[in-house]
């Protein structure tokens, strides 16, 4: 009785569930020029999928599998369709997620495996893949109603239409362990059997355990969370946040009429939504706050995308950041890989591989 | 859907949202709440006692309610300059004794007593205003102190006399005057008090001692800053209250003749809660007499309402402890909030559905074909100036613009190297325009139109115009006064781009897209000004057309240009040109070819102009999120464009990455140069135009030398 009371009552005052109020980026999360002052290490179109197998560094472009060897980088194998996910294990297998549902496995103990087709049917939108051990892979499916080129829509639907499962390999049997998330989009293995997933739309990370409790890990995050990795030294994550949350689109989210009306008359890339790019057409929506004094962006304008990179410690609190801000351009950061001291990040809408230096986790 | 579409467009025609924001803005909002609990007491306490609203009752309380009213005046006029009087319920009380002593006792003449019975009120007033005024005390206690004092000297004497004093020894006519007669069917006392209350109003609202009490009570620090002589003022407040409270107890005196111990008893309660629920500030600075006077006819209606229903002892105090409990929570949130309340009712979008924008893609046939142009343009001041608006040349070829400090700068030629402040006006000039006379005519933001001869003397022409009968707000005022051109005949054609917003927040007004603006009309040879044209959507723009008979202007929100004739065969007629254009347009003015170039100041997304036909959403975006995040027109980018006399694009300028020229206000052509300006850049662009005639000056055209 009380609760749709309080809820029309939050409607009218902005609270609650109807606040559109953002976390702020402060303490760790405080902004700075890192990852647009950072070296460049290749400009790559649209790189994805930062993975380290061995020495080797593999990540996606489109349709292409890609290594790269220092600061070159080599086209390895090239797909049908376009490359959605990738992970390597410790014994040196690489499992590929295709955008039509399909995972091959190529090297290590199960090398030619390829999901069959009547499995792959129910896996349209795979986000992440990770390996426990050589036999089981865990698969993120971002959401089932929305491939994962259409994630604007996916968030604009205010869906929570995504799972994890996960792919026993010896026993080509795959299980469903969470449902009803909001777009998983990162998932990692961490030593106890649980697996630690990056829930979009949720702006959090959350631990599910082998029964399929869910947890929330880090919550509140100031923008949309994508792709865990682990760190070089063995403890702790990097977390990056592909674009961020911001009052305006938090209040579209909540303007069901507007939102559907946009959805239906306007091209995605013009929506009043978050992107992976930086503005450059003048038919996208423009803020107050970013308009252009004196010649000048200001780097605190409002943005609908940005870079972003969390280090997270072993218990998944955050511990520096890494940023590209409003009027710089390697925004829409998806994935990272550790090589020691080097971290390669790959700017999704910046169509860049930058190489950032760390220390243990740290900015060096 | 379109029956949807329908009904919003015509809820949002006829019902008026913005008047709200604007009443809301109005100084004199501040009385409705105490306007509104008059009419509520009246009617609840109308019902509930037979009678009271009869004319009878209400002359039966006349002389009453003019003893009261000096009182509630009293504690106002101290309430005003940020203090509290709490003793004039005893000044009251030593007033009456004093004046019945004087007079009945000792056989003072009545003309003596008066004045002696009101220097008694002025002296414990001047107590209490050197103890607050000069040595700081506070003012609650200090007067909490005085009352007490006050209250058990007159005890000490009512207790010795108040048999003798009772008892009249001489008799006077103008005594019985004052006590008996009426005048004009009111009591002297009513009308000495009214007389008394236009006088404070007067010297409250227009006299320098009055805005002296005002400013104090407003900001006493500020006051002080100021050079105002903040101790003397209050202790002056003090004095005057001490007066008008005696003045009051003579007037007690005449009507009762009696001196009894509970004379004046619980007076300052009920005198505080009066001034308070009229809705003066308990904090100062904010109120005036009729506020004043409100608060007493409220609260007498009360108090004598509340004995007529003859509640059991105590009742009627509690009650009016209540009053005054609810009116001073209710003035505490009132002044909280009403700027808050005020901005967020303000702003009032409307409905607007403008027509497909035109295809503007790189390569595309539309004659809007994205093109970088404009990337190498030479740049005039460079970081030196902010906000060049509207580039002029004269006739030796120096460079003219107004910027966002309220300067008008030139540079001179041939280089535009060096530069000085031609003349500062105060506001920001945004359009320009030389006469035949070589004086300089600008549109100053803010101001109005004024006109610098070329030995930089300033003139104003015009700041005000016709006020419209059915506006809220004061349109006589000019605003935001945009752009100039000048007939053939001498008159001066200018836009006011809206009345209800400051150049600071134009933007804002994009979020309405209501017809907030209206085109001006000075003729130098009557001195007149007039609207001629009104409920435009931010009207900017304006140049004349080549058959002197008409001009071309641009409606930024309505994103088009149309013409309109002053004069000929078609006097009176206004014509779209160009309707649906891909951006907003700004400024027009003349091309060597026999065109028009325009400036874009922004580019239509297809998200904002979705959002124009959703007033609600705007409206709920404004209430619900912070101003920097509001959705706006791409402002980043602009383009110039060139139409010939029919409305056909002829050419189109682009800086594509918005690099040089992200926002596009003003161009001008000159000598084959195309000079551009932006409103919130801070350079000046030139650009070589291929072909531009290179003898062709705007001056010439004006003249008539070329087309």
Redesign the interface.
């Known amino acids: 009785m009380i609760a749709p009371i309080r809820n029309f009552i939050d409607r009218i005052r902005?609270n609650g569930r109807h606040a559109?109020t953002t976390p702020p980026m402060d303490g760790v999360l405080q902004p700075n020029t890192l990852i647009e002052d950072a070296p460049l290490l290749a400009p790559i179109s649209r790189p994805d999928n930062l993975v380290r197998r061995g020495e080797e560094m593999l990540f996606s472009s489109g349709n292409q599998l890609m290594r790269i060897n220092g600061t070159t980088p080599e086209p390895v194998e090239a797909f049908p369709h376009a490359v959605n996910a990738l992970a390597a294990s410790t014994g040196n297998a690489l499992a590929i997620a295709l955008m039509d549902g399909s995972v091959i496995v190529r090297g290590g103990k199960h090398d030619g495996f390829s999901l069959d087709q009547r499995q792959a049917a129910s896996l349209t939108c795979i986000t992440a893949l990770c390996f426990s051990g050589e036999d089981r892979l865990h698969i993120c499916q971002g959401s089932h109603r929305n491939p994962l080129s259409e994630w604007k829509r996916d968030l604009m639907e205010r869906n929570a239409a995504g799972s994890v499962w996960t792919l026993d390999l010896s026993q080509k049997s795959l299980t469903k362990i969470a449902s009803d998330l909001a777009f998983p989009y990162g998932i990692l293995a961490d030593d106890k059997d649980s697996l630690v997933v990056s829930e979009s739309w949720q702006s959090r990370l959350i631990s599910i355990d082998p029964s399929g409790n869910v947890r929330p890990v880090l919550e509140d995050l100031p923008g949309y969370p994508a792709r865990l990795a682990p760190q070089s030294s063995g403890r702790g994550a990097w977390l990056s946040v592909f674009a961020p949350r911001?009052?305006?689109i938090e209040?579209v989210l909540r303007?069901d009429?507007?939102r559907a009306?946009?959805m239906r008359?306007?091209?995605s890339d013009?929506?009043?939504a978050p992107s992976l790019t930086a503005?450059h057409s003048?038919?996208?929506?423009?803020?107050?706050?970013?308009?252009?004094?004196?010649?000048v962006?200001k780097p605190w304008a409002?943005t609908r995308s940005f870079g972003l990179i969390i280090s997270l410690d072993e218990n998944f609190a955050p511990v520096a950041s890494w940023h590209s801000r409003a009027d710089g351009t390697r925004h829409g950061i998806t994935s990272v890989a550790d090589r020691g001291e080097e971290l390669v990040a790959g700017s999704l809408g910046g169509d860049a591989l930058v190489s950032l230096r760390h220390s243990g986790g740290l900015p060096a | 859907m379109a029956m949807r579409e329908t009904l919003t467009r015509l809820r949002y025609r006829f019902v008026p949202d913005h008047i709200l924001g604007e009443i809301l803005a109005k100084s004199w909002i501040d009385n409705a709440i105490p306007v509104a609990i008059l009419i509520l007491t009246l009617c609840v306490l109308g019902s509930m006692i037979p009678g009271l609203v009869a004319v009878g009752s209400l002359l039966g309380m006349s002389a009453q309610f003019g003893e009261l009213l000096l009182v509630v005046m009293a504690m106002t006029i101290v309430m005003l300059a940020g203090g509290i009087d709490l003793s004039v319920g005893s000044v009251f009380a030593l007033a009456n004794f004093v004046t019945l002593a004087l007079f009945n006792m000792l056989g003072w003449p009545i003309l003596v007593v008066i004045p002696v019975a009101i220097l008694c009120g002025a002296l414990v007033g001047l107590v209490n205003g050197i103890l607050i005024g000069y040595l700081r005390l506070r003012a609650f206690l200090t007067t909490l102190v005085t009352l007490i004092i006050v209250r058990s000297i007159v005890d000490m004497f009512i207790l010795e006399y108040a048999v003798k004093v009772a008892r009249p020894t001489t008799l006077s006519r103008i005594w019985d005057f004052i006590s008996f007669k009426r005048v004009l069917g009111m009591p002297v006392a009513l009308i000495v008090c009214l007389a008394i209350a236009i006088l404070a109003h007067l010297t409250l609202t227009r006299l320098r001692p009055g805005w002296h009490i005002m400013a104090v009570g407003g900001s006493r620090r500020s006051a002080f800053n100021a050079g105002l002589p903040v101790r003397r003022t209050i202790a002056m407040t003090y004095v005057l209250s001490g007066m008008l409270a005696a003045l009051a107890g003579v007037f007690y005196a005449s009507r009762l003749n009696a001196a009894g111990s509970d004379t004046g008893v619980g007076l300052e309660v009920l005198a505080l809660t009066a001034a308070v629920v009229g809705g003066n500030s308990l904090g100062g600075g904010r109120g005036s007499v009729f506020k004043a006077v409100l608060g007493a006819i409220i609260i007498l209606i009360l108090s004598n309402s509340l004995l007529r229903l003859s509640l059991p002892t105590g009742g009627t105090s509690a009650v009016l402890g209540f009053v005054l409990i609810a009116a001073v929570a209710i003035d505490v949130k009132w002044v909280k909030h009403r700027d808050k309340l005020q901005t967020s009712v303000y702003v009032s979008p409307t409905f607007l559905a403008l027509g497909k924008a035109p295809e503007t893609a790189e390569g595309s046939a539309s004659p809007y074909a994205l093109n970088n142009l404009l990337k190498d343009v030479e740049l005039i001041g460079l970081g030196e100036i902010d906000g060049p608006e509207d580039p002029i040349l004269d006739a030796a070829g120096n460079l003219y613009c107004g910027t966002r400090h309220g300067d008008i700068i030139r540079f001179f030629a041939p280089d535009f190297t060096s530069k000085e402040v031609f003349v500062h006006t105060g506001g920001h000039p945004l359009g320009l325009a030389f006469d035949r006379d070589g004086n300089l005519l600008a549109c100053v933001a803010g101001m109005g139109l004024y006109r610098i001869g070329p030995d930089k003397k300033i003139t104003r022409l015009s700041d005000q115009t016709n006020r419209s009968w059915l506006s809220v707000i004061d349109d006589s005022r000019m605003r935001l006064a945009d752009d100039l051109d000048i007939a053939p005949d001498g008159r001066i054609f200018f836009s006011e781009a809206t009345i209800r917003f400051d150049m600071s927040d134009w933007m804002v007004d994009a979020l309405e897209a209501r017809g907030n603006g209206r085109i001006i009309c000075y003729d130098p040879s009557t001195g007149s000004t007039r609207t001629i044209m009104d409920k435009l959507r931010f009207p900017n723009g304006i140049t004349m057309a080549r058959d002197g008979e008409s001009f071309f202007f641009a409606e930024t929100w309505g994103c088009c240009v149309s013409r309109y004739w002053f004069a000929g065969a078609r006097t009176g007629q206004r014509e779209v040109v160009i309707p649906d254009l891909p951006g907003y347009p700004d400024n027009i003015n003349r091309a060597s070819d026999g065109g028009y170039w325009l400036a874009m100041v922004g580019m239509r997304t297809p998200i904002f102009d979705m959002a124009l036909q959703n007033p609600g959403f705007r409206k709920r975006m404004v209430e619900r999120v912070a101003p920097d995040e509001w959705l706006f027109p791409n402002m980043n980018y602009g383009c110039v464009i060139k139409f010939d006399e029919n409305g056909r694009i002829t050419d189109c300028l682009w800086d594509s990455r918005g690099t040089n020229h992200p926002m596009i206000t003003s161009m001008r052509e000159h000598e084959g140069w195309l000079y551009l300006g932006g409103v919130s850049n801070n350079r000046i662009g030139r650009y070589r135009i291929p072909g531009g005639d290179p003898t062709w000056t705007a001056h010439a055209s004006y003249r008539g030398e070329a087309r």
């Not at chain 1, 003048?282 to 010649?295: A, V």
């Open positions: 902005g559109i911001s009052q305006l209040f303007e009429k507007f009306d946009m008359s306007i091209p013009l929506w009043m503005p003048f038919l996208e929506p423009l803020q107050g706050g970013g308009l252009k004094q004196l010649g962006m409002p």
